[in-house]
């Protein structure tokens, strides 16, 4: 069974920086994308970054420029790096994998099979 878990979050200051880390376990896809998302209370998940097998990545458009998605594929861990943080980045972040050959995406989200349960991140 795959199982992803986050990991790296935290309380900073604005400004700041912080590195996400998703482990995934029981993960034999080669071809995938895997990607982060973020939740604010009470709203809908918002797409961050994606990437997949070849390396190929994108990036929602808040994101972009200051986040910047990676991976360790020997070891099944893919990151995020946060940088520039603001107040508003403050969020519950989930990583999640999708297993095919779609490219990197980050929408529709319901077509990422898997999830992590999230690890918090607290600017201010």
């Known amino acids: 069974d795959v199982q992803l878990v986050e990991s790296g979050g935290g309380s900073v200051q604005a400004g700041e920086s912080l590195r996400l880390s998703c482990t995934a376990s029981?993960?034999?896809?080669?071809?995938?994308?895997m990607a982060w998302f973020r939740q604010f209370p009470g709203k809908e998940r918002e797409g961050l970054a994606a990437?997949?097998?070849?390396?190929?990545?994108t990036y929602g458009e808040s994101v972009k420029g200051r986040f910047i998605i990676s991976q360790d594929k020997e070891k099944h861990i893919w990151y995020l790096q946060m940088n520039s943080l603001k107040p508003a980045d403050s969020a519950m972040y989930f990583c999640a994998a999708y297993g095919g050959a779609l490219g990197p995406f980050l929408a529709p989200d319901y077509l990422f099979a898997y999830w992590g349960k999230g690890t918090q991140v607290t600017v201010s």
């Open positions: 990437i997949d097998g070849n390396g190929e990545t």
């Open positions: 029981g993960y034999t896809y080669t071809r995938y994308c």
